[in-house]
């Protein structure tokens, strides 16, 4: 076995007769950020909800910290310290912010709860004058900023984000990346699926580009020029340079 933190062997998924993932492989180094990269529908998503155990392998398997997790509940998954960010935010829109919160720490010891908030609310200030507002209503920054608060409150191992830049203004984009970069300095190990591609790689150690469900290149992310983005992830390349402008 390697040293990884994160090992994909060989998984395959298929969603009822359609396959989406095929014998895909990667190892994620603790303490690294891997870019996931790929055009729309190549699985990037697939891949990320069969890890955090949200979707079942139909072959090969998940390990993480060097036990199979492939078959465990998202619940359990998440007790070892793998959060999954989905695309979309994974925050209750009808509650306030401070019952996001709440909930998010909701299994912690008691006593612990009221720091863990804390904690969150002090990487992102706004969510304290917004405590009370229904989360629903932030502002689509904010709203990803809930989401990071909430799987920073009680710290992971390993975040895999979704995309968490989609549908923001660029600038807005940026500061969750920096939220991102923190993260990754104080020492939690990063999956980032990510539309942005250079700004992904900007902060990835590794990349991994999938292509119609398979791994179409990995290596170092310095090592993804624009000959390996043309040639993996053609039009989405295309998209990314613009939207980094
Ligand atoms: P995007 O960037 O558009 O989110 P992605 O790379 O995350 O794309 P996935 O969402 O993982 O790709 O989709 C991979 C393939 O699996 C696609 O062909 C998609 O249509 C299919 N797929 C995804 N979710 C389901 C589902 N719940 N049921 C059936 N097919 C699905």
Same mark, same amino acid.
């Not at 392998?57 to 997790?69: L, Q």
């Given at each position: 076995?390697?040293?990884?933190?994160?090992?994909?062997?060989?998984?395959?998924?298929?969603?009822?007769?359609?396959?989406?993932?095929?014998?895909?492989?990667?190892?994620?180094?603790?303490?690294?950020?891997?870019?996931?990269?790929?055009?729309?529908? *190549?699985?990037?998503?697939?891949?990320?909800?069969?890890?955090?155990?949200?979707?079942?392998?139909?072959?090969?398997?998940?390990?993480?910290?060097?036990?199979?997790?492939?078959?465990?509940?998202? $619940? $359990?998954?998440?007790?070892?310290?793998?959060?999954?960010?989905?695309?979309?935010?994974?925050?209750?829109?009808?509650?306030?912010?401070?019952?996001?919160?709440? @909930?998010?720490?909701?299994?912690?010891?008691?006593?612990?709860?009221?720091?863990?908030?804390?904690?969150?609310? *002090?990487?992102?200030?706004?969510?304290?004058?917004?405590?009370?507002?229904? *989360?629903?209503?932030?502002?689509?920054?904010?709203?990803? @900023?809930?989401?990071?608060?909430?799987?920073?409150?009680?710290?992971?191992?390993?975040?895999?984000?979704?995309? @968490?830049?989609?549908?923001? *203004?660029?600038?807005?984009?940026?500061?969750?990346?920096?939220?991102?970069?923190?993260?990754?300095?104080?020492?939690?190990?990063?999956?980032?699926?990510?539309?942005?591609? $250079?700004?992904?790689?900007?902060?990835?150690?590794?990349?991994?580009?999938? @292509?119609?469900?398979?791994?179409?290149?990995?290596?170092?992310?310095?090592?993804?020029?624009?000959?390996?983005?043309?040639?993996?992830?053609?039009?989405?390349?295309?998209?990314?340079?613009?939207?980094?402008?």
């Amino acid at each position: 076995m390697t040293d990884a933190l994160l090992a994909v062997e060989n998984l395959d998924v298929r969603y009822g007769p359609s396959q989406a993932l095929f014998d895909v492989s990667l190892a994620v180094a603790p303490g690294s950020v891997t870019a996931v990269l790929g055009a729309n529908g *190549a699985g990037k998503s697939t891949l990320a909800r069969t890890v955090s155990g949200l979707v079942p392998a139909a072959a090969g398997r998940v390990i993480f910290d060097g036990v199979t997790v492939s078959g465990q509940s998202t $619940h $359990h998954i998440r007790k070892l310290g793998l959060t999954y960010i989905p695309e979309g935010r994974g925050i209750f829109p009808g509650l306030s912010v401070i019952d996001n919160l709440r @909930m998010a720490v909701a299994q912690e010891k008691r006593g612990d709860r009221a720091d863990a908030i804390d904690r969150a609310i *002090a990487l992102f200030p706004v969510l304290g004058q917004r405590r009370t507002q229904r *989360a629903g209503s932030l502002s689509g920054g904010e709203q990803q @900023m809930l989401a990071l608060a909430r799987a920073l409150a009680v710290p992971p191992r390993l975040i895999i984000a979704d995309e @968490m830049s989609l549908g923001l *203004a660029p600038i807005v984009a940026e500061s969750v990346f920096r939220s991102l970069e923190e993260a990754a300095r104080s020492g939690i190990t990063i999956v980032l699926i990510e539309q942005f591609v $250079h700004r992904a790689l900007a902060l990835a150690d590794s990349c991994v580009i999938l @292509m119609r469900g398979r791994v179409g290149w990995s290596g170092p992310a310095d090592e993804a020029g624009q000959e390996v983005l043309d040639r993996y992830l053609g039009e989405a390349d295309q998209g990314a340079n613009t939207a980094v402008g």
